[in-house]
């Protein structure tokens, strides 16, 4: 068993020493670049990782299981092979989410159900990470079962926003996106349903990239079509984050919907410097409300693509259907996954897991067959729309961080939410229609808080998404601006 929880680092004895822990502000691709050239190694690195740890993350409780036992191991068995053969990341330590086995491992999905769970076999995505040269040292926070996005849970508690430790990191890859923003991570393995990797990036101003189905192929689990919900990479930087998609991409004969790896890599897409001919910007997608400030910074942002000769129109494909069809679908899917656990072990459960799986099962076929089709109308639509815009631009979130202690946004702009998830309609709209989109950091809100815009592609599009957001991102000039020491503003 290779692992240690946050109740047990006050008692390690060991002393660190560390070379220079100005590494962690370097960008991962740098960071790469030292360990190929063997400016730094792998141990190194995990060394400078755990002082930075012990230093910042008891403030905002990113990482609350690590395994650095296992990560040296890992990481002396890739240092004696040739830099050649040691992969796309050649060493370089990783976070995965705590839904995703890591064998030897504490995988709890944020459930007391699973609170002392074990695994012996790691998902195929950390198989292909570490096969890609990427050292695993510890385990992100996530809400229970990736439900909700606040990233809180009863085995490990709440994850804190860094910009302010009193407001949410949303969810449910909070941990991953805090442990970034606060440089306790260069890379992060997150995953996304309804937002999951965008919500907290543009809540902790790094880049989360949802990818299409299929990019990155994972360890089936209740079904094999399942879709709504792909893992994904998280950065500081989008040229970090397109590393970190080709290291993950590429099929597996476990995973029957992965993809092939394409010709070209993505991080030569974002270095080929091409920019968008035409793009739209969207406040509401039109199906949600927006907090007026979000909106503002969001607007500026997107309108800043025209100093390049873009042009930049108002719009957005009509996608009414989201919220209905989102809703049943998503219910179906925890009714799939998490049936059993209601029958076995209800009490263990929080209530909004609870309402999820009892929405699944009490849906009816013709209920189902109706969002389906829904969601094929909207695919379609979506599709027609890019046949005119290369891009579509919206906020990321509708609201800025919201207190840590509530559970979720009940209402924004004066519309008050029939449901926990419905805030997040602006999201997983894009989910639905089964484009890759990811959270740009945008700019800031009066009170310092990030912002995210996100940039949405075409299904498969994830090479033009990375190469325009990077072109957006060197014209913001918000770069740069994690990692940071976590604060209280109040």
């Not at 957005?316 to 679908?329: G, I, K, Q, T």
């Not at 929405?359 to 969601?375: D, F, M, P």
Request: hydrophobic share 45%.
């Amino acid at each position: 068993m290779f692992y240690s929880t946050i109740r047990d680092r006050k008692s390690r004895s060991r002393s660190i020493e560390v070379a220079d822990q100005g590494l962690v502000r370097e960008t991962a691709v740098a960071i790469v670049g030292k360990l190929k050239s063997g400016e730094v190694t792998p141990l190194d690195l995990l060394d400078v990782l755990e002082k930075r740890i012990a230093e910042v993350d008891g403030k905002v409780n990113a990482l609350p299981t690590l395994c650095f036992d296992r990560a040296r191991k890992h990481a002396t068995a890739l240092m004696q092979k040739p830099v050649a053969e040691r992969g796309l990341l050649a060493g370089l330590p990783i976070p995965i989410k705590d839904l995703t086995n890591v064998a030897g491992v504490l995988t709890t999905q944020g459930s007391p159900i699973y609170r002392d769970n074990i695994p012996a076999k790691s998902d195929i995505l950390v198989e292909h990470l570490e096969n890609n040269g990427g050292v695993i040292y510890a385990k992100s926070n996530t809400p229970e079962f990736g439900a909700g996005a606040n990233t809180f849970n009863e085995v490990f508690g709440p994850t804190r926003n860094p910009f302010d430790t009193s407001r949410s990191a949303a969810g449910s890859s909070g941990g991953a996106a805090v442990a970034l923003a606060t440089g306790t991570a260069w890379l992060a393995h997150g995953s996304d349903m309804g937002g999951s990797l965008r919500n907290p990036a543009s809540f902790c101003g790094i880049v989360g990239l949802r990818p299409s189905i299929g990019r990155v192929a994972h360890t089936p689990i209740a079904a094999i079509d399942r879709n709504l919900g792909v893992q994904g990479p998280m950065a500081r930087n989008v040229e970090d984050v397109a590393l970190l998609l080709d290291a993950m991409s590429g099929e597996h004969p476990a995973d029957p919907l992965s993809l092939p790896v394409l010709p070209n890599s993505f991080l030569a897409a974002v270095r080929s410097g091409n920019k968008p001919k035409r793009v739209a910007y969207s406040p509401d997608l039109g199906i949600t409300p927006v907090d007026a400030e979000v909106a503002a910074v969001t607007r500026t942002a997107a309108q800043r693509f025209a100093e390049l000769g873009v042009i930049v129109e108002e719009a957005h494909p009509d996608l009414r259907e989201a919220h209905e069809c989102f809703h049943v679908l998503r219910a179906f899917d925890f009714a799939l996954s998490k049936a059993a656990l209601l029958r076995t072990k209800r009490d263990l459960l929080k209530p909004e897991v609870i309402w999820n799986i009892e929405e699944g099962l009490k849906l009816t076929v013709e209920q189902i067959e109706r969002a389906e089709a829904q969601r094929v109308a909207m695919t379609a639509r979506t599709l027609e729309f890019f046949e005119k815009y290369d891009l579509l631009l919206a906020p990321a979130t509708i609201v800025p961080p919201f207190p840590v202690e509530n559970r979720y946004v009940a209402e924004c702009a004066g519309k008050k939410f029939d449901n926990y998830v419905e805030w997040l309609g602006i999201v997983y709209a894009i989910t639905l229609v089964c484009c890759p989109a990811l959270s740009l950091p945008c700019g800031f809100t009066a009170s310092g808080l990030p912002v995210g815009l996100q940039v949405v592609a075409p299904p498969r599009g994830e090479a033009q998404l990375l190469a325009g957001a990077k072109v957006l991102e060197d014209i913001l000039g918000v770069r740069g601006t994690t990692p940071i020491d976590p604060r209280a503003l109040r």
